[in-house]
Each structure stands twice: as C-alpha cells, then as structure tokens.
C-alpha cells in the first residue's frame, strides 16, 4: 500500500493525565473517522509539568502509562497505526521521554527515547535543563508503520540532521519530530528544520506538535507539520488543538530520491585543520 491518510494530532497537554487522554483519543476518534490510518501525536501527550516534584508524582512506569494503554486500546478498535510522539514514564531516579508505534493490533512494535536533550538558555530569558529529570536514549530507531518505514526522533532531535540522514539511509521513508518547540524558537526556525530534513533525505516529516499557552505556564508555538520529499507543505496547523490530514504517497520518496541522489552521494567527512601552526609560530 504506497498511499496512506496521515493526521498530526496537535494537542495543548496540561497536568492532569486523564484529560489529556480524554483529548487525544477525541482528537484520534475525530481523524479515524475522516478516514486515517496513520495518527500521530506530540511530544509529553501524557502531562505537560514544569514542577519536578509534582511530574514525578503523576508520572508511572510504561507498564503503568494509562495513556499509553489508551492509545493501544483505540489502534486495536479502529485498526490504526498509532504513532504515540512521546510520554514521560519513570526510568530508575529519572524519567524518559518516549515515543512508540503501536500497530494496528494494539501491540507496541518500536520504542524510542529522546536522544538530545533540550539545555539552553534562551535570550527571552527561558531556561531549559531537560538533562536535570530526563535520561537521554542511546539509539535511532526505524519501525514499520501501516506499510511505510518511520524514523522516529522529538522535538530537540530535529535539529541534528545527521540522526536523519542515518534514520533515512537505514530505509525510513517518513521521519518525525513531534515536538513541544518553545513559541520563540518556533517562529524562528521550525517550519524551515522540517522542511529542511525532509529535502535532505528525500522523506516525508510528520511532526506533530504541542500548542497554545499550558498550565503550567509555557507557551509552546504549535504549527502540526506534514512536509512531502520535495519540501511542500501539505498541511500545517495554528496554536489551537485539532487534527491535520494528508495523503502520504510512497512513491514520491522513490521520485524525490532518484531526482537528487543525496543520501548516494554522502561521503564520510575528514577534516583538516591547515594554517594553525603557521599562525601560532607568527604570533
């Protein structure tokens, strides 16, 4: 099946779990009923908590996660892959934050963990140590996902192109960000990161994104993205919750792939430092 009806489900989590699992599977129910059979949902659908002590109490083991068994019971129901962006669950003193696909049949096919953790200091005077409460994963994953290949990384992972250049050289033909950006650094830079690792792979990005101002006080920028081999936009939401759809077709990774080589042509980089030594011995 080359074609498939993909919908981001954009979402604006807050801290209580079991509303936020109320609203993704009535924004699921609403995108399975218009005819998807791919669904993804943003990064932290579970609880969105920038208090330590009050996330670590509502958050549990995977094994535990009520939206996580949710997600499974609606993928089995409606015969859907359900691409669930990320969940923070406990892991050891830490926690994680991943993402799964479960297929059709509700079972749990791939996990992954975020692998580059969001440390900066932003010149709005936000600041950000996910380092201090999550523990980073240590490996890309590719998956099967209703007959196309997903590469799976979130949020701050976007800007690193060279997980999406392995992800896509490893057989991915969708790559994804779902995302919680900041509303700063998303007005800045995330439609032209997505856009940007969908052109240098020759891929579909499907990045589905939290939006609007939360409870807990942050502001994430929203825009739900669905982005073609090419680097059109097929669908792009607000700030608001809701669903955006888009007809995936496999067959344009194959054209957009053999149009412009990139992923063939790469070349393992050496770099060398010239020059240095003559400036030291001038000085």
Same mark, same amino acid.
């Not at 535990?64 to 990320?86: C, I, N, Q, Y």
């Not at 919680?180 to 792979?201: P, Y």
């Given at each position: 099946?080359?074609?498939?009806?993909?919908?981001?489900?954009?979402?604006?989590?807050?801290?209580?779990?079991?509303? +936020?699992?109320?609203? $993704?599977?009535?924004?699921?129910?609403?995108? !399975?009923?218009?005819?998807?059979?791919?669904?993804? @949902?943003?990064?932290?659908? +579970?609880? $969105?908590?920038?208090?330590?002590?009050?996330?670590?109490?509502?958050?549990?083991?995977?094994?535990?996660?009520?939206?996580?068994?949710?997600?499974?019971?609606?993928?089995?129901?409606? %015969?859907?892959?359900?691409?669930?962006?990320?969940?923070? &669950? %406990?892991?050891?003193?830490?926690?994680? +934050?991943?993402?799964?696909?479960?297929?059709?049949? #509700?079972?749990?096919?791939?996990? /992954?963990? %975020?692998?580059? $953790?969001?440390?900066?200091?932003?010149?709005? *005077?936000? @600041?950000?140590?996910?380092?201090?409460? /999550?523990?980073? *994963?240590?490996?890309?994953?590719?998956?099967?996902? !209703? #007959?196309?290949? $997903? #590469?799976?990384?979130?949020? /701050?992972?976007?800007?690193?192109?060279?997980?999406?250049?392995?992800?896509? %050289?490893?057989?991915?033909?969708?790559?994804?960000?779902?995302?919680?950006?900041?509303?700063?650094?998303?007005?800045?830079?995330?439609? &032209?990161?997505?856009? !940007?690792?969908?052109?240098?792979?020759? @891929?579909?990005?499907?990045?589905?994104?939290?939006?609007?101002?939360?409870?807990?006080?942050?502001?994430?920028? *929203?825009?739900?993205?669905? &982005?073609?081999?090419?680097?059109?936009?097929?669908?792009?939401? #607000?700030?608001?919750?809701?669903?955006?759809?888009?007809?995936?077709?496999?067959?344009? &990774?194959?054209?957009?792939?053999?149009?412009?080589?990139?992923?063939?042509?790469?070349?393992?980089?050496?770099?060398?430092?010239?020059?240095?030594?003559?400036?030291?011995? !001038?000085?």
């Amino acid at each position: 099946m080359s074609r498939i009806l993909a919908a981001v489900l954009q979402m604006r989590t807050g801290r209580n779990v079991a509303r +936020n699992i109320d609203d $993704l599977i009535g924004l699921a129910s609403d995108a !399975a009923a218009q005819g998807a059979r791919f669904l993804q @949902s943003p990064e932290m659908s +579970n609880i $969105l908590e920038r208090d330590r002590t009050r996330l670590f109490e509502a958050v549990c083991l995977e094994e535990e996660d009520p939206m996580l068994a949710a997600v499974r019971d609606f993928a089995r129901r409606f %015969k859907v892959t359900f691409h669930l962006g990320s969940i923070a &669950v %406990k892991s050891g003193d830490r926690l994680a +934050n991943r993402g799964f696909v479960v297929d059709a049949e #509700g079972e749990i096919t791939a996990r /992954y963990g %975020k692998m580059h $953790l969001f440390d900066v200091d932003l010149p709005n *005077g936000e @600041s950000w140590r996910e380092s201090a409460t /999550y523990q980073a *994963g240590d490996c890309a994953v590719i998956a099967p996902a !209703a #007959g196309a290949v $997903l #590469g799976m990384g979130i949020c /701050y992972d976007l800007r690193f192109p060279a997980l999406f250049h392995a992800l896509a %050289k490893e057989g991915a033909d969708i790559l994804t960000a779902p995302a919680c950006f900041t509303r700063q650094t998303g007005e800045a830079h995330w439609q &032209v990161l997505q856009r !940007a690792r969908a052109i240098e792979t020759g @891929s579909y990005m499907i990045s589905a994104a939290q939006g609007g101002r939360h409870e807990d006080g942050r502001e994430s920028y *929203g825009h739900s993205i669905i &982005v073609d081999p090419w680097g059109r936009v097929l669908a792009e939401g #607000g700030d608001a919750p809701g669903i955006f759809l888009a007809e995936i077709d496999l067959e344009r &990774v194959r054209e957009a792939r053999s149009r412009i080589p990139a992923l063939r042509h790469a070349r393992a980089i050496t770099v060398s430092r010239q020059g240095f030594l003559a400036e030291q011995a !001038a000085e």
